[in-house]
């Protein structure tokens, strides 16, 4: 071509303001850092020293997720400043369900065209998750990728390495009688929105409009970023009689609660024992929702269950609520296969 023909710019990629948005995060990450950390961004790949971290014999755990298409209201509000938080929950919380301590985590960002404000807002709200959960941020990749992304479209996709010493994996010695522990949920999490949003179609509101469940507009409201169990289930595990961890995401309670059991063994789980927070009464209400589908779709307002020996359960319940977990008995493993339950949601 002559010096007047195309160039990766007309084409609608901006190499200039990849590489500026690498610059503006690098403080955001040099925050998260941590000990085992190595480098900073920028490189080819990055580092990680194990030994350094303090592990003898350590096995790693991996985990990825998305958030799923909350992130299509937080394109249509512009409030994007926290669905990076959602991001890392989604892997964080998944990998403490091994027994695994979250260490780094890589993000992945596809765009139609890079727009330096809200890219850089979305890879802080990352960077929090991050800090909050002692996981260090060490690396991703901006994608602009004009024609597969339309408008301020976007996608986001998280990668989280832990690890744990050999022999410390969970679940680990569940057994009949055991006690389940629930952790409150912030809300929706990111889970079930394809059906929160038709509920919302189906109600006439606009994401502008007040919440009819909580003070300010509804989308805000929705927007409510999920709950980072990371440190108070690590300190419960440490603490010892922890013999699984279950992360209530997409199928609710129903699906999986079995996934940290034994075959044999399934759960009962008294519905009386927590309320309903009101986000999930509107929804319900709004969308005609049978209780069973509310349960096998979202979390109800319990987004972490322990299930734990018997004989500490006290100890450990008073162990999470002193880390900032409000923490509500919610049943116990019992013989039989699959998830039953008693009373309703209230």
Same mark, same amino acid.
């Given at each position: 071509m002559t010096q007047n023909g195309l160039t990766y710019a007309a084409a609608g990629v901006d190499i200039d303001a990849g590489n500026a948005l690498v610059e503006r995060i690098k403080p955001a990450a040099k925050r998260t850092q941590r000990s085992g950390t190595m480098a900073g961004l920028g490189g080819f790949g990055?580092?990680? $020293?194990?030994? @350094?971290? =303090?592990? $003898? $014999? %350590?096995?790693?755990?991996a985990a990825t997720d998305g958030v799923g298409t909350k992130l299509r209201i937080a394109i249509d509000t512009g409030n994007v400043d926290t669905i990076g938080i959602d991001l890392v929950a989604m892997c964080v919380n998944d990998l403490v369900c091994q027994g695994a301590e979250p260490l780094f985590f890589l993000d992945y960002f596809a765009t139609g065209k890079l727009e330096l404000e809200a890219a850089t807002r979305i890879i802080e709200g990352i960077a929090a998750g991050c800090?909050?959960?002692?996981?260090?941020?060490? =690396? =991703?990749?901006? @994608?602009?990728? %004009?024609g597969m992304y339309h408008g301020g479209d976007f996608d986001l996709a998280g990668f989280a390495v832990g690890a744990m010493e050999r022999g410390a994996d969970l679940p680990a010695g569940v057994a009949a009688g055991d006690v389940l522990l629930g952790l409150a949920s912030n809300g929706v999490h990111s889970n079930g929105y394809s059906l929160v949003r038709r509920v919302v179609e189906a109600s006439g509101l606009a994401w502008h409009d007040a919440a009819p469940f909580a003070d300010g507009p509804l989308g805000a409201a929705l927007l409510t970023p999920t709950r980072l169990y990371v440190k108070p289930a690590l300190a419960a595990v440490r603490a010892g009689g922890v013999h699984a961890l279950a992360h209530i995401t997409g199928g609710g309670l129903t699906e999986n609660l079995p996934r940290v059991l034994p075959d044999d063994l399934g759960c009962e789980i008294e519905l009386s024992s927590w309320a309903l927070p009101p986000v999930f009464g509107w929804l319900r209400d709004a969308g005609g929702m049978a209780e069973a589908e509310m349960l096998k779709t979202f979390n109800a307002g319990i987004g972490m269950v322990l299930v734990v020996a018997a004989d500490r359960a006290d100890a450990l319940a008073d162990l999470l609520v002193a880390e900032g977990e409000t923490v509500h008995r919610i049943g116990r493993v019992a013989t039989g296969a699959g998830v039953r339950y008693t009373g309703a949601l209230a």
């Amino acid at each position: 071509m002559t010096q007047n023909g195309l160039t990766y710019a007309a084409a609608g990629v901006d190499i200039d303001a990849g590489n500026a948005l690498v610059e503006r995060i690098k403080p955001a990450a040099k925050r998260t850092q941590r000990s085992g950390t190595m480098a900073g961004l920028g490189g080819f790949g990055a580092l990680f $020293d194990l030994k @350094a971290a =303090g592990y $003898d $014999d %350590p096995i790693l755990v991996a985990a990825t997720d998305g958030v799923g298409t909350k992130l299509r209201i937080a394109i249509d509000t512009g409030n994007v400043d926290t669905i990076g938080i959602d991001l890392v929950a989604m892997c964080v919380n998944d990998l403490v369900c091994q027994g695994a301590e979250p260490l780094f985590f890589l993000d992945y960002f596809a765009t139609g065209k890079l727009e330096l404000e809200a890219a850089t807002r979305i890879i802080e709200g990352i960077a929090a998750g991050c800090a909050a959960s002692g996981c260090a941020l060490i =690396g =991703g990749e901006t @994608a602009e990728m %004009p024609g597969m992304y339309h408008g301020g479209d976007f996608d986001l996709a998280g990668f989280a390495v832990g690890a744990m010493e050999r022999g410390a994996d969970l679940p680990a010695g569940v057994a009949a009688g055991d006690v389940l522990l629930g952790l409150a949920s912030n809300g929706v999490h990111s889970n079930g929105y394809s059906l929160v949003r038709r509920v919302v179609e189906a109600s006439g509101l606009a994401w502008h409009d007040a919440a009819p469940f909580a003070d300010g507009p509804l989308g805000a409201a929705l927007l409510t970023p999920t709950r980072l169990y990371v440190k108070p289930a690590l300190a419960a595990v440490r603490a010892g009689g922890v013999h699984a961890l279950a992360h209530i995401t997409g199928g609710g309670l129903t699906e999986n609660l079995p996934r940290v059991l034994p075959d044999d063994l399934g759960c009962e789980i008294e519905l009386s024992s927590w309320a309903l927070p009101p986000v999930f009464g509107w929804l319900r209400d709004a969308g005609g929702m049978a209780e069973a589908e509310m349960l096998k779709t979202f979390n109800a307002g319990i987004g972490m269950v322990l299930v734990v020996a018997a004989d500490r359960a006290d100890a450990l319940a008073d162990l999470l609520v002193a880390e900032g977990e409000t923490v509500h008995r919610i049943g116990r493993v019992a013989t039989g296969a699959g998830v039953r339950y008693t009373g309703a949601l209230a």
